[in-house]
């Protein structure tokens, strides 16, 4: 998180997010067999309460082996997709998904070849591992075009990022959207 992107202009922004708590299960779905976000749902898949304060709870060091291991892939991939549902899903906690954008991008900035878990994300065939990141980041930007600035250029810039990792072939129609 402390490689963010905003902290490089917003430096008061790193000392108001590194005590940040977090908690989200009250946006968690309480049905287990919904897996999936409406927009109008405020509501995260059920279990994700336990996978956020698993991550927060981690040493610094733990984070980065999470995120870097092969072994640990899986729990990568799903810790993005749970990010990504926050700020899909999540309308009534702007600090919420603020911070989960600056950990999606302090993630991303720290190594950006951890881009790569992000295009997985995006390019998987099989549905339950498959998510439209880009698209969400895009209609993150076309729904809360009033948010605070730090929010849209830390979409932004993720938004950037993984365009150029996916290639632009690969995302015609989102890369034109998003000029």
């Known amino acids: 998180m402390l490689y963010a992107s905003v902290f490089l202009y917003k430096q ?9 708590q977090p908690t989200i299960t009250t946006y968690e779905c309480k049905l287990p067999h919904i897996l999936t976000l409406t927009t109008a749902s405020s509501q995260i898949p059920a279990g ?17 082996r999470l995120n870097d291991d092969d072994g640990q892939k899986a729990k990568s991939e799903e810790l993005f997709r749970l990010l990504f549902s926050i700020i899909q899903g999540v309308k009534g ?9 600056i950990l ?18 995006q390019k998987a065939h099989k549905k339950e591992r498959k ?3 880009t698209g969400i980041l895009l209609s993150f930007l076309v729904q809360n075009n009033s948010e605070t600035s730090e929010q849209r250029d830390l979409a932004v810039h993720i938004l ?5 990792a996916l290639e632009y072939k690969n995302c015609e129609k ?6």
């Open 174 to 179: 989102e890369s034109r959207e998003f000029l």
């Open 104 to 121: 999606i991008d302090g993630i991303l900035e720290e190594k950006r070849i951890r881009i790569k878990t992000l295009v997985a994300i």
């Open 12 to 20: 008061s922004m790193r000392a108001e997010f590194a005590e940040y």
């Open 93 to 101: 906690d702007q600090k919420l998904v603020t911070f989960s954008l």
């Open 160 to 164: 950037a990022k993984l365009i150029e």
């Open 48 to 64: 994700s309460s336990q996978i956020f304060q698993s991550f927060l709870s981690m040493s610094d060091v733990e984070q980065r």
């Open 131 to 133: 998510m439209d990141l």
